[in-house]
């Protein structure tokens, strides 16, 4: 696994959570980052993304919700998700889209229940 996701949790609706992933030089570097995620049953989506240059996207359903960043200087890039809702449960895949191919890393589970 070359990229190491890490801050899935069980969190209350309305609560927060932050996800980071620190991925090694060689890949990071020029890669669009993202997350997606995957909950039981369906189809991994994709949540958020950020280019090399800071350009971000999201999925409609966490617009407003879910803030992704970049660190370059520690190679990481985080996911912000505040407002959480129990249809946010799954599990989050950290991924790199890079010159040397795509990379996922080994997922963080999410659970937003009361």
């Known amino acids: 696994v070359q990229l190491q996701a890490s801050g899935g949790g069980l969190v209350q609706p309305g609560g927060s959570l932050r996800l980071s992933c620190a991925a090694p030089?060689?890949?990071?570097?020029?890669?669009?980052m993202g997350w997606y995620r995957q909950a039981p049953g369906k189809q991994r989506e994709l949540v958020a993304s950020i280019s090399s240059g800071g350009y971000t996207n999201y999925a409609n359903s966490v617009k407003g919700r879910f803030t992704i960043s970049r660190d370059n200087a520690k190679n990481t890039v985080s996911l912000q998700m505040d407002s959480l809702k129990p249809e946010d449960t799954a599990v989050y895949y950290c991924?790199?889209?890079?010159?040397?191919?795509?990379?996922w890393g080994q997922g963080t589970l999410v659970t937003v229940s009361s």
């Open positions: 991924s790199a889209n890079a010159a040397r191919g795509y990379f």
């Open positions: 030089g060689r890949i990071y570097s020029g890669a669009t």
